[in-house]
């Protein structure tokens, strides 16, 4: 079993993260049940998927096209 490193984030979400791999793994290169050796709170901080994804402005303008065109198909 490889060690993990739970990661708790302050929107919810949980991360596992590997802090040692097995001797099996590493021969393998196989998944084996994560053994979480470790907790870690992150109270101050939010998981990759809800910090808001940087676009560039070109990108939110023809995002708002998009919407605003599907919104007229369905009428
Ligand atoms: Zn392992
Ligand atoms: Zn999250």
Redesign the pocket.
Known sequence: MCDFTQRE?S???LRWLASKHCSEFKVKRKRCPPNITDFEERPND??????PKKHPEGMIAFVNKMESKRRVCQL
Do not use: F, L
């Not at 939010?46 to 910090?51: A, D, N, R, T, Y």
């Open positions: 984030y929107c919810g979400h939010i998981c990759g998927e809800c910090k």
